[in-house]
Protein backbone atom coordinates (compact mmCIF):
# COMPACT_ATOMS: atom_id res chain seq x y z
CA UNK A 1 0.00 0.00 0.00
CA UNK A 2 2.90 2.24 0.95
CA UNK A 3 4.88 3.49 -1.53
CA UNK A 4 7.38 5.93 -2.65
CA UNK A 5 7.99 8.30 -5.78
CA UNK A 6 11.21 9.92 -6.43
CA UNK A 7 11.58 12.62 -8.79
CA UNK A 8 14.65 14.57 -9.54
CA UNK A 9 18.54 13.21 -10.71
CA UNK A 10 20.30 14.09 -13.79
CA UNK A 11 23.43 15.25 -15.49
CA UNK A 12 24.85 18.23 -13.84
CA UNK A 13 28.35 19.82 -14.14
CA UNK A 14 30.59 19.87 -11.66
CA UNK A 15 30.07 23.12 -8.89
CA UNK A 16 26.38 22.92 -9.75
CA UNK A 17 22.99 21.88 -8.03
CA UNK A 18 20.25 19.61 -8.49
CA UNK A 19 17.17 18.90 -6.37
CA UNK A 20 15.53 15.20 -5.60
CA UNK A 21 12.46 14.89 -3.57
CA UNK A 22 10.57 11.82 -2.56
CA UNK A 23 6.25 12.14 -1.91
CA UNK A 24 4.64 9.48 0.36
CA UNK A 25 1.42 7.90 -0.18
CA UNK A 26 0.46 8.45 3.27
CA UNK A 27 1.43 11.27 6.03
CA UNK A 28 5.03 11.72 6.10
CA UNK A 29 4.75 11.88 10.05
CA UNK A 30 3.79 8.23 10.26
CA UNK A 31 7.37 8.05 10.32
CA UNK A 32 10.46 8.44 12.20
CA UNK A 33 13.00 9.47 10.18
CA UNK A 34 13.13 10.10 6.25
CA UNK A 35 16.30 10.51 3.64
CA UNK A 36 19.00 9.36 1.36
CA UNK A 37 20.87 6.91 0.93
CA UNK A 38 23.39 6.62 -2.23
CA UNK A 39 25.47 4.21 -3.82
CA UNK A 40 27.84 4.50 -7.00
CA UNK A 41 29.38 1.76 -9.17
CA UNK A 42 32.09 -0.33 -7.23
CA UNK A 43 31.46 1.39 -3.40
CA UNK A 44 29.04 0.43 -0.96
CA UNK A 45 25.90 2.02 -0.26
CA UNK A 46 25.89 4.78 2.31
CA UNK A 47 24.20 7.29 4.33
CA UNK A 48 23.59 10.58 2.28
CA UNK A 49 20.93 12.23 4.93
CA UNK A 50 18.14 12.12 7.27
CA UNK A 51 15.39 14.00 8.58
CA UNK A 52 12.99 13.57 11.47
CA UNK A 53 9.36 14.02 11.84
CA UNK A 54 10.62 16.58 14.50
CA UNK A 55 12.69 18.90 12.06
CA UNK A 56 15.86 17.71 13.02
CA UNK A 57 18.82 16.73 10.31
CA UNK A 58 21.83 14.58 9.95
CA UNK A 59 24.49 14.69 7.16
CA UNK A 60 27.03 12.55 6.00
CA UNK A 61 30.42 14.40 6.49
CA UNK A 62 30.59 14.39 2.92
CA UNK A 63 28.01 16.56 2.40
CA UNK A 64 27.71 18.44 5.34
CA UNK A 65 27.68 22.12 4.11
CA UNK A 66 26.62 21.23 0.64
CA UNK A 67 23.28 19.57 0.80
CA UNK A 68 20.17 20.36 2.41
CA UNK A 69 17.34 18.36 3.46
CA UNK A 70 13.70 19.56 4.15
CA UNK A 71 10.38 17.94 3.99
CA UNK A 72 6.96 19.77 3.15
CA UNK A 73 4.12 17.92 5.20
CA UNK A 74 1.17 19.46 3.33
CA UNK A 75 2.71 17.53 0.15
CA UNK A 76 4.16 14.16 2.19
CA UNK A 77 7.59 15.02 0.42
CA UNK A 78 10.92 15.44 1.36
CA UNK A 79 13.64 17.30 -0.31
CA UNK A 80 17.31 17.23 -0.65
CA UNK A 81 18.85 20.23 -2.62
CA UNK A 82 22.51 19.42 -3.27
CA UNK A 83 24.98 22.27 -4.09
CA UNK A 84 28.40 22.42 -5.14
CA UNK A 85 28.13 18.78 -6.63
CA UNK A 86 31.33 17.26 -6.98
CA UNK A 87 31.89 14.48 -9.81
CA UNK A 88 31.97 11.95 -6.15
CA UNK A 89 28.59 12.87 -5.64
CA UNK A 90 27.81 10.44 -8.76
CA UNK A 91 25.53 7.87 -7.33
CA UNK A 92 21.95 6.05 -7.29
CA UNK A 93 20.15 8.54 -4.47
CA UNK A 94 17.63 6.18 -2.95
CA UNK A 95 15.38 8.02 -0.92
CA UNK A 96 14.62 6.16 2.58
CA UNK A 97 11.72 6.28 4.97
CA UNK A 98 11.60 4.50 8.07
CA UNK A 99 8.20 3.82 10.01
CA UNK A 100 8.38 3.45 13.92
CA UNK A 101 7.63 -0.61 13.30
CA UNK A 102 7.43 -1.87 10.00
CA UNK A 103 10.18 -2.17 7.38
CA UNK A 104 11.94 0.53 5.72
CA UNK A 105 10.24 1.91 2.69
CA UNK A 106 12.54 2.77 -0.65
CA UNK A 107 12.01 5.06 -3.67
CA UNK A 108 13.35 3.87 -6.97
CA UNK A 109 16.88 5.31 -6.81
CA UNK A 110 17.20 7.95 -9.39
CA UNK A 111 20.72 8.19 -11.14
CA UNK A 112 22.66 11.72 -10.49
CA UNK A 113 25.86 12.31 -12.47
CA UNK A 114 28.17 15.26 -11.88
CA UNK A 115 30.56 15.42 -14.89
CA UNK A 116 34.12 17.13 -14.51
Known amino acids: QVHLVESGGGLVQAGGSLRLSCAASINIFRFDYMGWYRQAPGKEREFVAR???????DYAGSVKGRFTISRDSAKNTVSLHMNSLRSEDTAAYYC??????????WGQGPQVTVSS
Open 51 to 57: ITTSGST
Open 96 to 105: NFHPCTGVDF
